[in-house]
Structure formats: structure tokens, C-alpha cells
């Protein structure tokens, strides 16, 4: 065979493998026996601002990745697909782009594909050991998409001007670039998405994704840990455990927020805390409690026990600036609806902080007298003692057995949400800001006894817990 022949063969057999490998890659992505439910999850929900807060090697960065080539192509299997798609890929320098996200789309990119590439640095025959600019992509509908690629370090001036189907922010960006691109993909009606590990703490992707205070029903947002991911060896990340501190294994292994000393309630966990509302039996009533505020949000939460002794927050009542009138009819009408007990002249007992017997001088009346006087007979003798309630609160997330003696209903967001944002100050206090909800919990829990560190589990009592999981798994998951 002539030397020609045998060049020309070679090539031929690259071209083959590197198509076969390209393809491969992509139709394998999460098809096989192992799936990561999480990445799934993530391509699957519609909304148009999702983001992904994993740890390093949780499988973030490889969702978004085939995200963008399933956009660009016009082949995603759970979204409206169409023509010429224009994306942008942004990273936080040209340098991180080229190593991660860069290197992720070759990787499910197969050339065949590629109608064109810009480069800003480096070859285009040669893509992976340069920096690019953008990539056209051949699209199944006969169109041409583009994929241009934008790093946060050019600044906000560098976000301006196109508009956009999609932007991947692989990795945190800086709010004004955040806010530029929301700009962007606002005339074609695009999609936001970002894969992060939140290493910055307490940012505004912390504020305004994760606990959505704006409210935005397009916002989206899940966690994945290294135990989501099926693909990562058990043994490496065992070892990866043990050189990492605490604080370092939240943001790395988890891929939570973490500010100055970290979370109070650390034990506290949305998939296992967090459960579906069900009928609860009046036997179970137990106590309402109180942190008044007029012009700050007053905050009040139903709880019940069951005959085994776990605490079920079933219903809240949260708002700021209304009167007490506006307070007291709502906390009835709420009562009302749950048939909770009442005394025979039909007024609602409550635990209230204390704070709330004091007279200003634009009443001549304390918030517990104006209470009372509309039938809610409030309680101020509540054990207000921070550290003793959140050593209280503590135990009843997770009894020395890893078991929870206390579960909320997913219709007591502004609980959860502050469940989430309790955050450590200096020294042993928490964080003075959003804690209405989680002050008023301690003055309820400190009325209980302190679980037991074991308790043995009746059959019936495995049942309801495996029950209570199944909810809390389904509130989780919706």
C-alpha cells in the first residue's frame, strides 16, 4: 500500500473514532445503567432561571455543558427546540474558561458538528489548548447556532448589546455581569442556568436564587453533593473528607452558603425536615407561638405532637406593616380553618414574646393587652434564652441516632426560608436579621422536653417515619 494510502486510512479511522467518541459521549450522558438524578432533574425543569449549587465533582459543570451542545444543536429532550440558537458560555477568566467549561463543550461537541471556530488565542485545528471566541454549530433544523464565550473579568461593558436564547455562568458571576445578561436574554425570552460552588458565601445568588426573596417563579434551584453523582469513586472522596475542615466540606462536598461561622442550623435539611401537609389528628394540637411586629413581620406557626412526641409545624402566618387587628383576624381565620381548640368563651391561647408587654408612646396599651382584647390570650413567660432554645431546636433536628423529632410543612416557607439564612455572628450569637420565625420556634420548643439521645422505634412508629420521609422526599423533589 503506497504511503499516500496508508496516510489517507489513518485519517479516515481518527475521523471515524472521533465521531464515534463525540456521539458516544453524549447519547451516554445519563442513559446508561447509573443515572444521575439530579443532572436529570436539572435539564427536565422548565423554568427559565435555574441554577445548580454542587460541590467540586458533583456533576454541576457537566449538566451545563450538555445543556448548552443539547440547545445549540436543537436536540434537547425535554425543551421547545428550534433554529439558530445564539448562547454564551461565561466563566471567570478566559483562563478558567479554557481549563472547565471550555473543555466540557469539546468534550460533547463532536467536529462533525462544528461548522466554524473563532479563536482569540491559539489554533483552530487545535481548539483545546487555546482560548475561544465563539463556535458555530450546525443545527438539526438547517441553521447555524452560536456559541460565543465571555469571562467575567472583561467586565460589564464586554455583556452588552446582543440578544440571547441562553447564558451558561459556570461559576459564580459578579451581580452587575449577572444583571447585564438578564438583559439579554430578555427579548427572546431566554434561559438563565448556572452551575456553582458557592465559595463566596453569603452573596446575592444567596439572597436573590437561593432564597428567591423576590419571589420570581421562574427561579429554580437544586443541590448536588458528591453522593449524588453515581460516577465519582467512594474511596477518593472518603479521603477528599478527611483532609477538608468542616466549614471547607459545606461549600465543597455540599455546595452550601456558608458566612463567618456557618449556619446555626446546619442539621436542618429540606429533604428530611420539609414534608407535605397532611390532616392532623385534633389530638395533636398543641401550642401557637408569636414574635409580634407591626412595622417588622410578626411571625406565628401552628405546632403539633404526635403520640410519639414529634413537633409538626402545620401552619404559618407571616406579614410587616399591618396592625394587630390585621394580625389577630388572621390568625383566626387561620385557627379556623385548622378547627383548632379553643377555650369555652372562644378565645385562641398563644406563647408571645415578652417584648410584647411593653407600652410605647403611641399606645397607651401593650401588644399583648390589644391581643387579648381580640380574643387571642397570648402568654408572655417564654423562656427567651438564645443559646439554651437553639441547643433545644438542635435536638430536635437530629437526636444522637441521627432520627428528627421535628418536621414543617412545605406551606411554611418563610420558616424554611429562614431555616436556610440563620447564619452565626461573632461570638455565640446569630445573625440580628430575618429571624422572626426561628425565635418564635425556640419559645415553643423550649415549652418541650428534650428528646431522648435513642429512642427505640415501635414497628408502627418505622412505619409513620418511613411515611413522613416519602412526604418530605416528594415536597423536596416538587
Not at 407 to 425: D, P
Request: proline share 4%; charged share 30%.
Amino acid at each position: 500500500m503506497r504511503k499516500e494510502d496508508i496516510i489517507s486510512r489513518i485519517d479516515e479511522i481518527e475521523k471515524e473514532l472521533e465521531k464515534r467518541r463525540g456521539s458516544d459521549r453524549l447519547s451516554a450522558y445519563n442513559s446508561g445503567r447509573k443515572k444521575h438524578k439530579k443532572q436529570l432533574a436539572f435539564h427536565k425543569c422548565k423554568k427559565r432561571n435555574r441554577w445548580v449549587f454542587g460541590g467540586n465533582r458533583s456533576g454541576k459543570t457537566e449538566c451545563g455543558a450538555v445543556e448548552c451542545v443539547w440547545m445549540l444543536r436543537g436536540i434537547h429532550p425535554y425543551r421547545k427546540n428550534k433554529k439558530d440558537v445564539f448562547g454564551w458560555c461565561v466563566s471567570l477568566s478566559q483562563q478558567v474558561q479554557r481549563d472547565v467549561a471550555q473543555a466540557k463543550i469539546l468534550q460533547y461537541l463532536p467536529k462533525r458538528w462544528i461548522a466554524d471556530i473563532v479563536m482569540i488565542s491559539g489554533r483552530k485545528d487545535n481548539p483545546a489548548n487555546g482560548v475561544i471566541d465563539q463556535i458555530s454549530v450546525k443545527n438539526v433544523f438547517g441553521g447555524i447556532s452560536t456559541l460565543g464565550f465571555k469571562s467575567c473579568d472583561q467586565g460589564r461593558e464586554k455583556f452588552q448589546g446582543s440578544s440571547l436564547d441562553f447564558v451558561w455562568f459556570d461559576e459564580e458571576p459578579p451581580e452587575d455581569v449577572y444583571e447585564e445578561c438578564l438583559m439579554r436574554v430578555m427579548d427572546r425570552r431566554g434561559d438563565i442556568f448556572g452551575t456553582m460552588t458557592p465559595l463566596k458565601g453569603k452573596t446575592f445568588v444567596y439572597g436573590e436564587i437561593y432564597l428567591n426573596r423576590g419571589k420570581n417563579p421562574q427561579i429554580w434551584h437544586e443541590f448536588m453533593t458528591w453522593e449524588d453523582n453515581p460516577f465519582l469513586s467512594r474511596k477518593e472522596t472518603a479521603l477528599l473528607e478527611k483532609s477538608l475542615s468542616a466549614e471547607a466540606l459545606d461549600a465543597r462536598k455540599f455546595g452550601r452558603f456558608s458566612e463567618g461561622k456557618g449556619l446555626v442550623y446546619p442539621e436542618f435539611d429540606e429533604s428530611v425536615h420539609v414534608i407535605e401537609p397532611f390532616e392532623i389528628p385534633s389530638e395533636w394540637q398543641d401550642a401557637i407561638s408569636i414574635d409580634p411586629g407591626l412595622n417588622n413581620p410578626l411571625s406565628a406557626h401552628w405546632y403539633c405532637v404526635d403520640w410519639d412526641g414529634n413537633v409538626y409545624v402545620v401552619a404559618e402566618h407571616f406579614a410587616a406593616g399591618r396592625d394587630v387587628d390585621f394580625h389577630a383576624r388572621a390568625i383566626k381565620d387561620i385557627s379556623r380553618k385548622l378547627g383548632w381548640k379553643t377555650d369555652s368563651a372562644g378565645r385562641i391561647r398563644a406563647l408571645i414574646d415578652s417584648a410584647a408587654n411593653q407600652r410605647t408612646l403611641a399606645s397607651s396599651k401593650s401588644v399583648s393587652e390589644l391581643f387579648c382584647e381580640r380574643g387571642i390570650l397570648v402568654n408572655p413567660n417564654v423562656n427567651k434564652d438564645v443559646f439554651a432554645g437553639i441547643s433545644r431546636v438542635k435536638s430536635y433536628l437530629k437526636r444522637g441516632n441521627g432520627e428528627p423529632d421535628i418536621y414543617i410543612f412545605s406551606t411554611c416557607v418563610n420558616m424554611i426560608e429562614e431555616f436556610r439564612g440563620y447564619f452565626w455572628a461573632a461570638g455565640d450569637m446569630p445573625v440580628k436579621r430575618d429571624d422572626h420565625c426561628m425565635d418564635e420556634l425556640r419559645y415553643y420548643i423550649m415549652t418541650r422536653p428534650r428528646p431522648p439521645k435513642e429512642r427505640e422505634n415501635s414497628v408502627i412508629l418505622q412505619d409513620k417515619l418511613r411515611r413522613i420521609r416519602k412526604l418530605g422526599k416528594r415536597a423536596y423533589e416538587d
